[in-house]
T-cell receptor, first 114, second 113 residues
Framework: AQSVTQLDSHVSVSEGTPVLLRCNYS??????LFWYVQHPNKGLQLLLK??????LVKGINGFEAEFKKSETSFHLTKPSAHMSDAAEYFC????????????FGTGTQLKVEL | DGGITQSPKYLFRKEGQNVTLSCEQN?????MYWYRQDPGQGLRLIYY???????QKGDIAEGYSVSREKKESFPLTVTSAQKNPTAFYLC????????????FGPGTRLTVT
């Protein structure tokens, strides 16, 4: 079994300040972890993925995430928020023993203010 | 351009009518997926297909049906048996069993009144 918990349903930051979106996972197998971004009424776009290589993963648009097995976490960060980062972000887990099925978190809505 | 297309973007139907949502991909991907998205609930898997002429139920398959007659196409029918069909529907695909990354289409927003 696998599950994902996104600890904040809404996060608000000022433009130019750091972004932290928190994600904890649970998996019976070695997990692969992803962050996807969704702008309003659009499909999902992959930001970054962890698949058992380097624990610090860099993605598109300046985002990165660190896989911490001891904490079962995969938090998403960005040093400086931009207005265009305002969107909904989903943390996703997939396990090799689970038929590669993706399990999605409930999403974090990021608001960026001037 | 390679990608996944879903049509139409917005769809309106009366209660009791079946409706079919289109999903086409030209990425030569083997696997295709249908998800339903409701506010505050993330995405939930409806059906998936790993090869042509084969598909499996996901977590919330009741009231839905699919077919996979061609590699490029994976249409979803929302039947009148689906109790709460109004939602945003997303189609995705991935290249094979060893791949984890799914590519998503732009979605179809279905409203049933």
């Amino acid at each position: 079994a696998q599950s994902v918990t996104q600890l904040d349903s809404h996060v608000s930051v000022s433009e130019g300040t750091p972004v932290l979106l928190r994600c904890n996972y649970s998996s019976s197998y070695s997990p692969s972890l992803f962050w996807y971004v969704q702008h309003p009424n659009k499909g999902l776009q992959l930001l970054l993925k962890y698949t058992s290589a380097a624990t610090l993963v860099k993605g598109i648009n300046g985002f990165e995430a660190e896989f911490k097995k001891s904490e079962t976490s995969f938090h998403l960060t960005k040093p400086s928020a931009h207005m265009s980062d305002a969107a909904e972000y989903f943390c996703v887990v997939s396990a090799t023993g689970g038929g590669n099925k993706l399990t999605f978190g409930t999403g974090t809505q990021l608001k960026v203010e001037l | 351009d390679g990608g996944i297309t879903q049509s139409p973007k917005y769809l309106f139907r009366k209660e009791g009518q079946n409706v079919t949502l289109s999903c086409e991909q030209n990425l030569n991907h083997d696997a295709m997926y249908w998800y339903r998205q409701d506010p505050g609930q993330g995405l939930r898997l409806i059906y998936y297909s790993q090869i042509v002429n084969d598909f499996q139920k996901g977590d919330i398959a009741e009231g839905y049906s699919v077919s996979r007659e061609k590699k490029e196409s994976f249409p979803l029918t929302v039947t009148s048996a689906q109790k709460n069909p109004t939602a945003f529907y997303l189609c995705a695909s991935k290249s094979g069993r060893r791949s984890y990354e799914q590519y998503f289409g732009p979605g179809t927003r279905l409203t049933v009144t």
